[in-house]
């Protein structure tokens, strides 16, 4: 599940909800209906949310956003789904590389005012990435790294997010082409990654 949503989602539960967890990975079995005992903050500088959870045999059980990728999913008590449905929507991880990183990040810097008027080209060793793709978006995000997400959308309609940190390894080059003309002299093709 990704952070923030889960932050979110622990902010919003009282003690004596009952919310159904999903569990994935390792704690799978852990799965089932839960009571919420209590929310709190944690200590660190992040502020982590935690949630302690009791289940019915009254095994008592604390997660939050430090175990994020632990958790498909969170049914709240308005039947409504949080995370996502099967693990295989879980979006991959990749390696990271901090200077792949910054070089994409340059890249994409460029589609920041972009919102369905520029197209990309991505050369990537991941299927999924690699095409032209019409940028519907593009958002500097807060945190350590400051990545930028594109959400890209194919011929088909079919969307998809590129971040620069966790997608810099996979990416070995992006041709921007400007969509309000058709001058040539407005695309550019940049090597960004390590991909191979």
Do not use: C
Request: hydrophobic share 30%.
């Amino acid at each position: 599940m990704e952070k923030q949503e889960l932050k979110s989602v622990i902010a919003s539960l009282t003690s004596g909800d009952v919310i159904t967890v999903t569990f994935q990975g390792d704690i799978a079995e852990r799965s089932g209906l839960f009571t919420v005992v209590e929310t709190k903050t944690g200590r660190g500088k992040g502020g982590s949310k935690l949630v302690v959870l009791r289940a019915a045999d009254g095994t008592e059980y604390t997660t939050g956003t430090p175990e994020n990728d632990s958790i498909l999913h969170i049914i709240t008590p308005d039947k409504v789904m949080h995370g996502y449905e099967t693990e295989a929507d879980v979006p991959k991880e990749y390696e990271t590389d901090k200077d792949a990183g910054k070089r994409l990040k340059e890249v994409l810097s460029d589609l920041l005012d972009a919102e369905g008027d520029m197209t990309v080209t991505i050369d990537s060793i991941e299927p999924e990435f690699n095409g032209t793709f019409k940028v519907m978006q593009a958002t500097q995000l807060r945190g350590r790294y400051g990545q930028i997400r594109v959400k890209l959308e194919t011929e088909d309609g079919t969307t998809r997010d590129l971040w620069s940190f966790r997608h810099g390894v996979i990416i070995s080059s992006v041709t921007i082409h400007e969509d309000d003309d058709d001058d040539d002299d407005d695309d550019y093709d940049e090597e960004v990654g390590s991909a191979e």
